[in-house]
């Protein structure tokens, strides 16, 4: 194998783990209280997957490596949880922004959310639908589901094109969190 495709790959697979460790911690902790609390794993796969940031890229390793549950069991229940705020993201988030910007507070945050969103999402900006999918399917910080909702309406995309556009990439991401998350099982 070529010495710089290797190089590439490493430092891919380092990154991917990287991320995966921030969303994977805070995922733990809130397993295991919900765990302690006798909420079933199933439901917390689904809470942990529809958390802004964590998403499924928590959600999975948890799942897997905290709660022992099967890929195959795991995997559609994040890829589940995942999608349930999407369609409500692209409905309404645009109404709840202009909602909460008529506060000096809102108004920052607002700011801040979209300043934010357009320099991560510059992808989707020149090549719109595929942007989407490839911005929401490479679990990275600041990409995902969420953020791929708030640059879907951003660029103007339409609902149906960005939903489909969104599950897309949470698949992928799925793809690539499941393939870190068992090589990483598997070594350790």
């Given at each position: 194998?070529?010495?710089?495709?290797?190089?590439?790959?490493?430092?891919?697979?380092?990154?991917?783990?990287?991320?995966?460790?921030?969303?994977?911690?805070?995922?733990?902790?809130t397993a295991a209280s919900l765990r302690a609390r006798g909420v079933s794993p199933w439901l917390i796969v689904l809470l942990i997957s529809m958390l802004p940031i964590v998403e499924l890229r928590g959600?999975?390793?948890?799942a897997i490596a905290v709660l022992g549950m099967p890929w195959q069991e795991a995997v559609p229940l994040a890829i589940l949880g995942n999608m349930i705020p999407i369609?409500?993201?692209?409905?309404?988030?645009?109404w709840f922004l202009k909602l909460i910007s008529r506060f000096r507070w809102?108004?920052?945050?607002?700011?801040?959310?979209?300043?934010?969103?357009?320099?991560?999402?510059?992808?989707?900006?020149?090549y719109a639908e595929l942007g989407l999918i490839v911005f929401v399917g490479i679990p990275l910080p600041g990409t995902g589901g969420w953020t791929g909702s708030l640059a879907a309406k951003i660029f103007g995309l339409?609902?149906?094109?960005?939903?489909l556009c969104v599950?897309?990439?949470?698949l992928l991401a799925a793809l690539i969190v499941t393939l870190v998350t068992l090589l990483g099982v598997s070594f350790f």
């Open positions: 194998m070529n010495p710089k495709l290797r190089a590439l790959i490493l430092v891919i697979v380092l990154l991917l783990g990287l991320s995966l460790l921030g969303a994977e911690s805070f995922g733990s902790r959600a999975i390793p948890v369609p409500f993201l692209l409905l309404f988030l645009e809102g108004q920052r945050f607002t700011d801040w959310l979209y300043a934010r969103t357009r320099s991560k999402g510059k992808v989707v900006e020149r339409d609902f149906w094109k960005s939903f599950f897309i990439g949470v």
